[in-house]
């Protein structure tokens, strides 16, 4: 009798397994009519030779000694060599001849080739291309060429079926297929691009190649991995194609990308940070800097406020907002919903244009100063000599830092501590009276200068 049950389990979980494999995507018809429309890039990059390359074999081995003079005089030092740059895949999105591909794919490049799936090789001129975003937009001469269907990566869904076609390795016309593992995932360093994220198997060639949904539309470039070993381990990124169609249209209207710039420096908010200002969850930035001569500093931002939400969209993690700023044209105003003194407030900024990389960087890293006195510290006034030197106009700086509540929140010797509990700290003074007023046992927020870059930290004192 249990050998007869075994045996209607037993089929019953085989009839089972082949319902359910039933209900699996087929790709076929997919990869039949999107494949045409894929392209492999390679991009060449002129080297003019030096010494060093000189003495190499073609295998980049060392020549020896004895035999250097021998090669030397079958070499013109002022010939450039041609070096393969990299090899990626794009897409067509045009049927004259705009192609898709990452930034990092054609970056250097002094020619750019695209092989069509028919084989044919084309040069193609690069329209434009954004750093930032990692997009890249070419264009090649031809003519009525298989354009594909822009589809939009806001109505994906969290374990969405979705298939990648590009040339890992070299391997033309490859296919490979996953789900939608998350969305918005920010990365470090692109602070612009909401990341999709995906555990379609992507490797070394596939990257600028196309994403797609179930219904053939592109959704994403596929962009970067996660990886330790060099190689895929289930964890694949795509740049959304309605961020990526937006700087295209950018690129192609006048070959750069503009973005809106609010001006502040923000950082995550922990737990006990958002205890001590009041808020009922850890969510929003936290503003640590808002950065002179910006459009934040002229709405009346402050440091301290936290923004929950901008243009009605919630800020759940701070790596959201500079994807949603980034997003609004310069010179459109924004409502922007921040936290501030235990209340909520809605601010109007007009947002600006975000500048160079260079430009940001002088203005997020002031001259280096340093920092804090308190609980278990030594602190001393900035005199004028100090503030010069560390470019710092008001705080008390930190001399030393023993065990206790400074200690635990994260303070060092060498940080300025400007404000604490949401008072201005102007002195040792000030920072004595405020200390003396601190709730027991409750984290309060301390601000700092640290190497020229403000930091928020969550104090408790016992």
């Known amino acids: 009798m249990s050998l007869f049950r075994s045996s209607i389990f037993i089929v019953t979980l085989f009839v089972s397994s082949i319902g359910w494999a039933k209900d699996l995507?087929?790709?076929?018809?997919?990869?039949?009519?999107?494949?045409?429309?894929?392209?492999?890039?390679?991009?060449?990059?002129?080297?003019?030779?030096?010494?060093?390359?000189?003495?190499?074999?073609?295998?980049?081995?060392?020549?020896?000694?004895?035999?250097?003079?021998?090669?030397?005089?079958?070499?013109?030092?002022?010939?450039?060599?041609?070096?393969?740059?990299?090899?990626?895949?794009?897409?067509?999105?045009?049927?004259?001849?705009?192609?898709?591909?990452?930034?990092?794919?054609?970056?250097?490049?002094?020619?750019?080739?695209?092989?069509?799936?028919?084989?044919?090789?084309?040069?193609?001129?690069?329209?434009?291309?954004?750093?930032?975003?990692?997009?890249?937009?070419?264009?090649?001469?031809?003519?009525?060429?298989?354009?594909?269907?822009?589809?939009?990566?806001?109505?994906?869904?969290?374990?969405?079926?979705?298939?990648?076609?590009?040339?890992p390795f070299g391997f033309d016309s490859t296919v490979t297929a996953g789900i939608v593992s998350a969305k918005e995932r920010s990365l470090p360093g692109d602070s612009y691009v909401p990341f999709i994220q995906t555990d379609v198997a992507i490797n070394p060639g596939n990257s600028g190649g196309p994403l797609f949904n179930m219904d053939g539309e592109i959704v994403g470039i596929n962009s970067q991995i996660y990886t330790r070993s060099g190689g895929f381990m289930g964890v694949s990124f795509s740049i959304p194609i309605d961020v990526a169609m937006e700087v295209a249209d950018q690129l192609k209207e006048k070959g750069s990308v503009t973005r809106g710039w609010l001006g502040v420096g923000i950082q995550e908010v922990t737990r006990d940070l958002a205890e001590s200002f009041g808020l009922d969850k850890p969510a929003g930035a936290l503003v640590a800097q808002v950065m002179p001569d910006s459009p934040a500093l002229a709405a009346g931002f402050e440091a301290g406020d936290v923004i929950l939400k901008f243009n009605g969209r919630e800020i759940g993690l701070s790596s959201e907002l500079p994807a949603q700023v980034g997003r609004v044209a310069p010179g459109e105003k924004a409502k922007v919903e921040i936290f501030r003194a235990g209340k909520h407030k809605v601010m109007t900024v007009e947002i600006g244009e975000l500048p160079s990389q260079e430009v940001l960087a002088s203005s997020a890293n002031p001259p280096e100063p340093k920092a804090t006195k308190s609980l278990g510290l030594n602190v001393r006034d900035l005199d004028s000599q100090l503030s010069e030197r560390l470019g710092v106009s008001s705080g008390v700086f930190v001399e030393q830092v023993s065990s206790g509540p400074a200690a635990n929140a994260g303070i060092r010797q060498g940080d300025v501590i400007t404000s604490l509990a949401g008072s201005e700290i102007d002195s040792v003074e000030t920072l004595s009276s405020v200390v003396a007023d601190l709730p027991s046992n409750k984290p309060v927020p301390v601000r700092v200068l640290r190497a020229g870059n403000p930091v928020f930290m969550a104090i408790r004192v016992e």
Do not use: C
């Open 25 to 167: 995507p087929n790709f076929t018809q997919l990869v039949k009519d999107l494949s045409p429309s894929v392209v492999n890039i390679s991009s060449i990059q002129n080297v003019k030779p030096n010494s060093e390359m000189q003495m190499q074999g073609p295998n980049g081995e060392q020549i020896p000694e004895m035999f250097r003079d021998f090669f030397r005089g079958f070499q013109n030092p002022d010939q450039p060599r041609t070096h393969p740059q990299s090899l990626g895949s794009g897409f067509i999105i045009s049927a004259d001849g705009y192609i898709l591909t990452n930034h990092h794919v054609i970056d250097q490049a002094d020619q750019v080739l695209v092989r069509l799936n028919d084989r044919r090789e084309i040069e193609a001129k690069i329209i434009g291309s954004d750093k930032r975003s990692d997009v890249a937009l070419l264009k090649v001469d031809a003519s009525d060429l298989p354009a594909l269907k822009i589809g939009s990566s806001a109505d994906l869904e969290v374990g969405e079926w979705v298939l990648a076609i590009g040339s």
